[in-house]
C-alpha cells in the first residue's frame, strides 16, 4: 500500500542553407536605407534566437551556439535530443530506455521545466507536464536545417519557458529540396526505423511531407518498448515579392511503456500518446526597413494510461501480494475496493492554441527595434493531478520588446523585457534584460549582461490537486494540495561572455562566464496529514533557492583539409537547496528535510566531435562524452561516466538520380557499465546499421 | 612639391608670415577631403588605402561632421572624394558646382539614380565621376563562362532599377555565346512562382542587385531554388557567396580605395575634366566549395580563376 503511494507520489511530485539561410539574406544588418554598398558586406552568421531581431552573432545578448547540418550529419545519433549532449552547459540524458530530458545547468528531474524548445519558434512545451516530450516530436533528422540554442535566460524574448536557456529547432524550407529520399535502419534491441520523404512543388506552392516509423523492443531489464509513427507536412507560399504563408502541419502516435527504473522490479504501464499541431505563420517585408510576422498555432496531446482498480494495482505493485483474493481483501479493509486509480499521474488531455505579433524595425542605422504581442489559451483535463476538476483553461498575455542600439563601431547595447500575465495567478511580470556587446573586430566580441527573469507557475503547477477517494466518497489519501497563492521563480543573471572567430572561419571560439542566482523556486513541500491513509500530503510552493556559477566553453575548429572537430566543456558549482519539511515521515523515509542541490548538476561536462572526410565517399565521426557524479532530483546520485560513440559512412552514387549512403553507428563504442539518470536504466553499447537513399 | 621648394626658399620670418597665411587661408592648403558616409570602419579603409596610392594630403571626415561644420567645404579647387551613397548624394546636394567630385564605393544604379536626380544642379557632367563597387556584366558573364565552359542559356531576374540594363546584359550574354533568360519582379508578383520556371530553364542564373527589399527577398528564394534545381549562381557580393553562390567576382575595400588614390594621383593636379564613371579596375574571384562540391562543379582555385577571368576580360 506504501509503495503505491509512493510510486505514485513520485511522479506527482515530478510533475512537472547554405546554413541561416533564414537570415543571411542580403542586407539584414544595420544599415536600413536602399540597397547601399554595405550589402556586400559582413560575414558573421545571423541569429534570430536571442531577441527576435536579425543580429549578428557578435551583437546577439546572449551565448548562441549553432548546430549546423554539417554538425548533424556528423553526429553519431538516432534522435534529435542526443544532439544537445555537444552544448557546453547541457545536459541530454536516457532516463529510461525511449525517454529523454534535456535541461540547463542541471538542477532538474525528469521533467525539466527550465527550458524552452521551440520548432521554428513555436513551442512544443506542454503547460501540463511542464515539460517537453520528446518522442511526439514528429520530425525527422533530415527535416532540420539547423539549431539556435540560447545559453542563458531568454525570457525577455519568449517568455517564461525559457526560464535558463531556450532552443529552436529551425526546419528545412520546402524550397531547399526537391525529390524523395528513404531511410532504412535497425539494430541493437529490434530497433527499426523507416522514413520516407518527399518535397515538390506546384506552380503555385512548395511542400515537403515526411513520414517515419521508429519501434524498439526497450531494454532487456524492462522490455519498455516505444513504437512512433509520425507524419508531417511543411507548404512554402509566397503570394507577392514581400509576403510569405509557411504552413505545417504534424501528427504524431507514441505508444510505449513507461514506467521509472528505480528499481530492477519496476512495473512499467503502457501508455498512448496523441498529438498533433497546426501551424501558420505569415511574414511581410513592409519595406526595406520594417517587418511583420503573425503566427498561429494549436497543439494537442492526449495521453492515455491504463486506469487500475485499486485491487489490480495492489497486485501488479506489490511482490507479496499474488493473488486477486488477497488483493480484494486488502483494499477492501481500506476501503478502496473498485476505485479506479491511474497507475501514473501524468496522463490528461491539453489543447494549446497560440497567436503572436511581431514587429522588427530598423529606425535608424544604430537603431533596432522589436516589438510584439502574444496570447495563448491552454486547456487542459487531467483527472489524477487536478482531481474534480472537469476542466482547467488558462489564458497567457505577453508584451515583450527589444531594442538594439549601436552606440558606436564598437559598442552595442540591447535592452529587452518580456510581461507577462497568467490566469492561474495573481502576478504579472516583466522580465527585462540589459547586455551591452564591445566589438573588437568584426568578428568577435565581449559582451557583458544582466537578466531578471521569472517563471510563471504553469497550468499544471498552478492548478496541482490530487486526492484518491475511497467507495464512500471520503478521501482516502490525500496526495496534493493546491497553492493559490504560488508565486513565479525568480532568476538573476549576470554573464560575461566572449565570442571570437578567426579571419579564415576555421577556428571559432565562444566562452561564458556566469552567475546565476534562483530564488522562489517552486518544489513540493511536505506536511503530515492527520486522518489520511500515510499520514501526510504535499503542496508545491516557493521554497527552493540556489545558486550556480560556472563558465561554457566552445570550440569549433577545422584542423585541416575535410576535418571537423567541435570541444563543449562546462564547468558548474551549485549551491542551495530547500527544506522538504520535518522529518520523518512515517511512510516514507526519503522524504522531508532538507534537500541539498550541490550536486543536482555535474561539475565537468565534457563533449567532443571529431568529423574527418576521408575520401569522396568515405566519412567517419567520433564523439567523447563525459559527465562527473551528479545526484539528480529523482533520478538519484550517478557516478561519472565517459562514453565513445562512432558512425562510419559510405557514399555511393548508384545512378545518375540516385545517391545511396550506408552508416554503420555504435553508441557507447567500448561498453561501458554506465547511467544517466535511473540507476536500473543502464546505457548498454547499441549498433545499427543504416540506408539512405536520396535523389541527386 | 612646389610649395615645398618655395618654403625651403623663404627667410625665416617670411616663412613665419607664410605659416600665418597659412593657418588663416585655409585654401592655400592643398588637401583633398574625404567624406565617409559613416563612421565605420570599412569606409576607414578604403580612406586609408586612397591615402596610401595618394602623394597629396587627405582631411578625411564624416558626413554628419561634414554636416556640423560646413565651412569644411569652404572653396578648395582640388577633388572631392565622396565613400559610400550616402556621402555622394549629400555632396551632390551641397559641394560647390565648380568644383570636382569623384564617388566612390557605391553601387552603379546608385549613382545612376543620384546622378539623375541631382545632375539637373551640375552644368558640367565631366566635373563628377565615379568608381563603382559592383562589377560590370562582362566580368560576371566571363565568369559564368568559365565556371561552366557547356552552358548554354544563362538566366536573370530584374526589379524595378536594373530593367534598363537588360538591353546591355543580352548583348554581353550574346557575346560569351549565352541566350539571356529573364523575368521581371514586381511587387505584386508571386517571386517563387516566377524564379521556379526560370532558374529551371538556366544553366547558370546571374541575379543582379537592386533595391534592398529586392534583394533581401530574392536572394531568400533565388538561393533555395537554384540549390535545389542544381543551378549555379553567380553572386554579386562576398555574403552571396556565403549563403551559398557558387563564385562571385569581387572588389574589396583596399581594391577600391586602391583605385580611388590612383585616380587622385592622376587628375587631381590638372584642372580638366573628370573621365567617366569606371567600374573596379581590381578585383578576386570568391568561390563557395561546397556549394560547388554539391553541384559537381570542379574549380580551380580562386587565385587561377582570378588569373584566367582577367585574362579573358582584357
Redesign the interface.
Given at each position: 500500500m506504501n509503495q503505491l503511494i509512493r510510486r505514485v507520489k513520485r511522479h506527482r511530485s515530478t510533475c512537472i542553407?547554405?546554413g541561416l539561410?533564414?537570415a543571411?539574406?542580403?542586407?539584414?544588418d544595420m544599415t536600413g536605407?536602399?540597397?547601399?554598398?554595405?550589402?556586400?558586406?559582413?560575414?558573421i552568421p545571423q541569429v534570430v534566437s536571442a531577441t527576435r531581431l536579425p543580429q549578428q552573432l557578435t551583437q546577439a545578448p546572449a551565448a548562441i551556439t549553432i548546430i549546423d547540418r554539417a554538425m548533424i550529419d556528423a553526429a553519431p545519433v538516432l534522435r534529435v535530443e542526443d544532439l544537445f549532449r555537444l552544448v557546453p552547459g547541457m545536459q541530454s540524458l536516457s532516463v529510461t530506455r525511449n525517454t529523454s530530458m534535456v535541461t540547463y545547468h542541471g538542477v532538474a528531474d525528469n521533467f525539466p521545466d527550465n527550458l524552452e524548445v521551440m520548432v521554428d519558434g513555436r513551442s512544443i512545451y506542454l503547460p501540463f507536464l511542464s515539460t517537453v516530450d520528446w518522442s511526439g516530436l514528429g520530425l525527422s533528422l533530415d527535416d532540420i536545417d539547423h539549431i539556435e540554442v540560447v545559453r542563458g535566460s531568454n525570457v525577455p524574448a519568449y517568455g517564461s519557458n525559457a526560464f535558463l536557456g531556450a532552443i529552436n529547432i529551425v526546419t528545412r524550407?520546402p524550397?531547399?529540396?526537391?525529390g524523395s529520399s528513404a531511410r532504412l535502419l535497425a539494430g541493437s534491441q529490434q530497433e527499426r526505423q523507416f522514413e520516407a520523404r518527399h518535397?515538390g512543388?506546384s506552380?503555385?506552392l512548395?511542400y515537403r511531407l515526411t513520414t517515419g516509423y521508429r519501434s524498439n523492443e526497450g531494454s532487456a531489464l524492462f522490455e519498455d518498448s516505444q513504437t512512433i509513427r509520425f507524419a508531417n507536412l511543411s507548404v512554402?507560399?509566397?503570394?507577392?515579392?514581400?509576403d510569405t504563408l509557411d504552413l505545417q502541419l504534424g501528427i504524431n502516435q507514441t505508444e510505449m511503456l513507461v514506467g521509472s527504473a528505480v528499481s530492477a522490479d519496476e512495473q512499467f504501464v503502457p501508455a498512448d500518446i496523441q498529438s498533433n499541431y497546426q501551424y501558420l505563420r505569415w511574414g511581410r517585408?513592409l519595406?526595406?526597413d520594417r517587418a511583420l510576422q503573425l503566427t498561429l498555432s494549436r497543439n494537442l496531446i492526449d495521453l492515455s494510461m491504463p486506469e487500475f482498480k485499486a485491487e489490480e494495482l495492489i497486485l501488479r505493485e506489490f511482490a507479496q501480494v499474488n493473488d486477486m483474493e488477497t488483493a480484494l481483501q486488502l483494499a477492501r479493509l481500506q476501503g478502496i475496493d473498485g476505485v479506479a486509480i491511474w497507475s501514473d499521474s501524468a496522463m490528461g488531455r491539453a489543447t494549446t492554441t497560440e497567436f503572436e505579433l511581431q514587429y522588427t524595425q530598423h529606425l535608424t542605422?544604430q537603431l533596432g527595434l522589436m516589438a510584439g504581442a502574444g496570447y495563448r489559451w491552454e486547456t487542459v483535463n487531467s483527472p489524477m493531478q487536478l482531481t474534480g476538476e472537469q476542466r482547467i483553461n488558462e489564458e497567457r498575455s505577453t508584451l515583450f520588446s527589444n531594442i538594439q542600439w549601436q552606440y558606436?563601431?564598437q559598442l552595442v547595447w540591447n535592452l529587452g523585457g518580456m510581461l507577462e500575465h497568467f490566469s492561474a495567478t495573481q502576478y504579472t511580470r516583466l522580465s527585462p534584460r540589459l547586455a551591452l556587446n564591445y566589438l573588437l573586430t568584426?568578428r568577435s566580441a565581449l559582451r557583458a549582461s544582466y537578466t531578471r527573469a521569472y517563471r510563471m507557475p504553469s497550468l499544471l503547477e498552478a492548478n496541482l490537486k490530487s486526492t484518491i477517494y475511497n467507495r464512500d466518497g471520503q478521501p482516502w489519501n490525500v496526495l496534493t494540495v493546491n497553492n493559490p497563492n504560488l508565486k513565479p521563480e525568480q532568476l538573476d543573471s549576470y554573464e560575461l561572455g566572449s565570442y571570437w572567430r578567426s579571419d579564415s572561419g576555421q577556428l571559432e571560439l565562444d566562452l561564458r562566464l556566469y552567475y546565476e542566482q534562483i530564488s522562489d523556486g517552486m518544489r513540493d513541500r511536505f506536511y503530515l496529514h492527520p486522518v489520511d491513509h500515510d499520514g501526510y500530503y504535499s503542496r508545491k510552493e516557493n521554497i527552493a533557492s540556489w545558486r550556480n556559477r560556472g563558465l561554457d566553453l566552445q570550440l569549433k575548429l577545422q584542423p585541416w583539409q575535410n576535418a571537423m572537430l567541435w570541444l563543449a566543456y562546462g564547468y558548474q558549482d551549485v549551491k542551495g537547496g530547500y527544506f522538504e519539511g520535518i522529518q520523518p515521515f512515517p511512510a516514507d523515509a526519503t522524504r522531508g528535510g532538507v534537500q541539498q542541490l550541490d550536486s543536482a548538476a555535474p561539475a565537468h561536462t565534457v563533449s567532443l566531435l571529431y568529423n574527418q572526410q576521408l575520401d569522396p565517399t568515405w566519412r567517419y565521426s567520433v564523439a567523447n562524452y563525459f559527465m562527473s557524479d551528479t545526484n539528480w532530483p529523482e533520478g538519484g546520485a550517478r557516478s561519472s561516466f565517459w562514453r565513445t560513440d562512432l558512425k562510419v559512412s559510405h557514399q555511393l552514387v548508384a545512378s545518375s538520380k540516385w545517391l545511396v549512403e550506408s552508416s554503420v553507428l555504435v553508441q557507447n563504442l567500448f561498453d561501458r557499465d554506465y547511467a544517466e539518470f535511473y540507476p536500473f536504466n543502464k546505457f548498454d553499447r547499441r549498433a545499427y546499421l543504416q540506408f539512405a537513399v536520396k535523389a541527386r | 612639391m612646389w610649395l615645398k621648394r618655395f618654403i625651403d626658399g623663404l627667410h625665416p620670418w617670411q616663412g613665419l608670415v607664410f605659416w600665418l597665411l597659412l593657418l588663416v587661408v585655409p585654401e592655400l592648403q592643398a588637401r583633398n577631403l574625404v567624406v565617409l558616409?559613416?563612421?565605420?570602419?570599412?569606409y576607414r579603409d578604403v580612406a586609408r588605402e586612397v591615402a596610401q596610392h595618394y602623394s597629396g594630403s587627405l582631411q578625411v571626415t564624416t558626413m554628419s561632421q561634414l554636416k556640423a561644420a560646413p565651412n569644411l567645404l569652404a572653396s578648395r579647387t582640388d577633388i572631392t572624394v565622396a565613400v559610400?551613397?550616402?556621402a555622394t548624394e549629400y555632396l551632390l546636394q551641397v559641394l560647390p558646382v565648380s568644383r570636382r567630385l569623384l564617388a566612390t564605393?557605391?553601387?552603379e544604379?546608385?549613382w545612376r539614380r543620384l546622378s539623375e536626380q541631382y545632375g539637373s544642379r551640375w552644368p558640367r557632367r565631366d566635373r563628377l565621376s565615379a568608381i563603382y563597387?559592383?562589377q560590370p556584366l562582362e566580368r560576371q558573364l566571363a565568369l559564368a563562362r568559365l565556371i561552366m565552359p557547356a552552358a548554354r542559356t544563362v538566366g536573370t531576374v530584374v526589379g524595378q532599377?536594373t530593367q534598363p540594363r537588360l538591353g546591355k546584359l543580352a548583348e554581353v550574354a550574346r557575346k560569351y555565346q549565352f541566350e539571356l533568360v529573364h523575368r521581371s519582379?514586381?511587387?505584386?508578383?508571386?517571386?517563387?512562382?516566377r524564379l521556379?520556371p526560370l532558374i529551371q530553364r538556366s544553366d547558370i542564373f546571374i541575379p543582379l542587385?537592386?533595391?534592398?527589399?529586392?534583394?533581401?527577398?530574392?536572394?531568400?528564394?533565388i538561393?533555395?531554388?537554384a540549390?535545389?534545381?542544381r543551378v549555379p549562381l553567380i553572386g554579386?557580393?562576398?555574403?552571396?557567396v556565403?549563403?551559398?553562390a557558387v563564385a562571385a567576382v569581387?572588389s574589396s575595400?583596399q581594391q577600391l580605395g586602391r583605385q580611388g588614390g590612383e585616380f587622385l594621383q592622376r587628375y587631381n593636379v590638372s584642372a580638366g575634366p573628370l573621365p567617366k564613371a569606371q567600374f573596379p579596375r581590381y578585383y578576386s574571384v570568391i568561390s563557395n566549395r561546397v556549394?560547388a562540391r554539391s553541384l559537381q562543379l570542379l574549380l580551380p582555385s580562386d587565385a587561377e580563376l582570378s588569373r584566367q577571368l582577367k585574362e579573358q576580360v582584357r
Open positions: 542553407f547554405g539561410l533564414t543571411s539574406t542580403a542586407a539584414a536605407g536602399l540597397f547601399s554598398e554595405l550589402d556586400y558586406l559582413t560575414d524550407s524550397l531547399a529540396e526537391a518535397a512543388y506552380e503555385d512548395d512554402a507560399f509566397t503570394p507577392t515579392l514581400q517585408e519595406d526595406a542605422p558606436n563601431e568584426e | 558616409s559613416q563612421d565605420r570602419a570599412i559610400g551613397a550616402a564605393f557605391l553601387p544604379s546608385s563597387v559592383d532599377a519582379l514586381a511587387q505584386l508578383d508571386n517571386p517563387v512562382k521556379q542587385p537592386d533595391q534592398a527589399v529586392f534583394n533581401r527577398t530574392t536572394a531568400k528564394w538561393l533555395y531554388i540549390y535545389r534545381q554579386f557580393s562576398r555574403k552571396y556565403e549563403a551559398g569581387y575595400p556549394a
